[in-house]
């Protein structure tokens, strides 16, 4: 295990250990975006928002740091005012746990999307913080997708200020095809992962935006796996376009790892758990299972937490904010 250093002390020598791909809701958000419930695995997650127990199984796991997010609970309402409202909420309920907990928890901010001038407005109060680490935006919003030209401007603020960008699934329960049998998550939710990535390469996002570090969840959900189909017919821009982007480790699966290191390099991969949509014992799987996809140790040091300090900007020879 770890561990993690008190707050202000300078350790260099123990690499940390970070986890990307993290949710936390809070009560009072999931009330003012009329989502009480969310899906039943949410509702269930529900049981498991007390930071103090989370830093307990944090540390019992090994894990020095989560980024947290919202999730498919994106403040992504109709209304532009009520979905800023939503947007600073949620922020400022995680600025607070960052705050309360100094190098344990960072967060990646949400935005009030499909709302550009709002959510510019979000970006410039957030950002400048040393608790956001970036932003998170869905895999779609709405009807629309992320190559749309409608977010060109929220792209070309966060390019400018080359923000790390993480997506996650917004869920498909309304989708004929994936119907009953929790299919929107089970395979739904990589497909979306899957969608929203060739959409940025092929949509020429992260040419047009090459500030942006996308970071695509459950390793890139089924792309590495159908990565000659897609490359088949192209020439080199997008197998090089997809290997710019990062992919969280959310799977349990060596051989869907070693498959996305053959596809991307581990070097574009980073540790995540999707805590809390899993049990304690799940939970661990999510790191350990890392120790046995044949990595050098260089490179899952890279990958368990290495890879994402750089990227967020995070160092742990600096003193925690006390």
Same mark, same amino acid.
């Given at each position: 295990m770890s561990?993690?250093?008190?707050?202000?002390?300078?350790?260099?020598?123990?690499?940390? %250990?970070?986890? %990307?791909?993290?949710?936390?809701?809070?009560?009072?958000?999931? !009330?003012?975006?009329?989502?009480?419930?969310?899906?039943?695995?949410?509702?269930?997650?529900?049981?498991?928002?007390?930071?103090?127990? #989370? &830093?307990?199984?944090?540390?019992r796991v090994?894990?020095?740091?989560? $980024? =947290?997010?919202?999730?498919?609970?994106?403040?992504?309402?109709?209304?532009?005012?009520?979905?800023?409202?939503?947007?600073? =909420?949620?922020?400022?309920?995680?600025?607070?746990?960052?705050?309360?907990?100094?190098?344990?928890?960072?967060?990646?901010?949400?935005?009030?999307?499909?709302?550009?001038? !709002?959510?510019?407005?979000?970006?410039?109060?957030? =950002?400048?913080?040393?608790?956001?680490?970036?932003?998170?935006?869905?895999?779609?919003?709405?009807?629309?997708?992320?190559?749309?030209?409608?977010?060109?401007?929220?792209?070309?603020?966060?390019?400018? #200020?080359?923000?790390? %960008?993480?997506?996650?699934?917004?869920?498909? *329960?309304?989708?004929?095809?994936?119907?009953?049998?929790?299919?929107?998550?089970?395979?739904?939710?990589?497909? *979306?992962?899957?969608?929203?990535? &060739? #959409?940025? %390469?092929?949509?020429? $996002?992260?040419?047009?935006?090459?500030?942006?570090?996308?970071?695509?969840?459950?390793?890139?959900?089924?792309?590495?796996?159908?990565?000659?189909?897609?490359?088949?017919?192209?020439?080199?821009? $997008?197998?090089?376009?997809?290997?710019?982007?990062?992919?969280?480790?959310?799977?349990?699966?060596?051989?869907?790892?070693?498959?996305?290191?053959?596809?991307?390099?581990?070097?574009?991969? &980073?540790?995540?758990?999707?805590?809390?949509?899993?049990?304690?014992?799940?939970?661990?799987?999510?790191?350990?299972?890392?120790?046995?996809?044949?990595?050098e140790p260089?490179?899952? !040091?890279?990958?368990?937490?290495?890879?994402?300090?750089?990227?967020?900007?995070?160092?742990?020879?600096?003193?925690?904010?006390?």
């Amino acid at each position: 295990m770890s561990g993690h250093p008190p707050a202000g002390l300078m350790t260099e020598k123990v690499p940390m %250990v970070i986890d %990307v791909h993290a949710h936390h809701y809070p009560k009072q958000y999931l !009330e003012r975006i009329g989502r009480p419930g969310l899906p039943p695995a949410a509702a269930a997650a529900l049981a498991y928002q007390d930071i103090g127990q #989370r &830093l307990a199984l944090l540390d019992r796991v090994g894990i020095d740091t989560q $980024v =947290l997010s919202v999730s498919q609970a994106q403040p992504y309402l109709p209304a532009a005012a009520d979905a800023a409202d939503a947007a600073r =909420l949620i922020n400022d309920l995680y600025a607070d746990v960052c705050r309360d907990h100094p190098g344990r928890f960072y967060a990646f901010a949400a935005l009030p999307l499909p709302h550009v001038d !709002e959510s510019l407005e979000e970006i410039a109060r957030t =950002l400048d913080t040393r608790w956001m680490v970036g932003v998170t935006i869905g895999c779609s919003v709405g009807e629309r997708q992320l190559d749309d030209a409608v977010f060109e401007p929220v792209f070309q603020e966060l390019d400018r #200020r080359q923000t790390p %960008v993480f997506l996650h699934p917004v869920g498909q *329960e309304g989708t004929s095809w994936l119907a009953g049998s929790n299919l929107p998550w089970l395979v739904g939710a990589p497909f *979306e992962d899957t969608a929203a990535a &060739l #959409r940025l %390469v092929l949509g020429g $996002v992260i040419d047009r935006h090459p500030g942006i570090r996308f970071i695509v969840p459950h390793l890139g959900g089924t792309i590495p796996f159908l990565l000659a189909r897609v490359t088949r017919k192209s020439d080199d821009r $997008v197998r090089s376009g997809l290997a710019r982007l990062y992919y969280d480790t959310v799977s349990g699966s060596t051989d869907a790892v070693v498959c996305s290191c053959h596809a991307f390099g581990a070097d574009r991969l &980073l540790f995540g758990t999707d805590y809390p949509y899993c049990d304690e014992a799940e939970f661990e799987h999510h790191l350990t299972y890392l120790d046995d996809c044949g990595l050098e140790p260089a490179a899952l !040091e890279g990958v368990r937490g290495g890879t994402a300090a750089t990227l967020l900007h995070l160092d742990r020879g600096t003193p925690s904010p006390g």
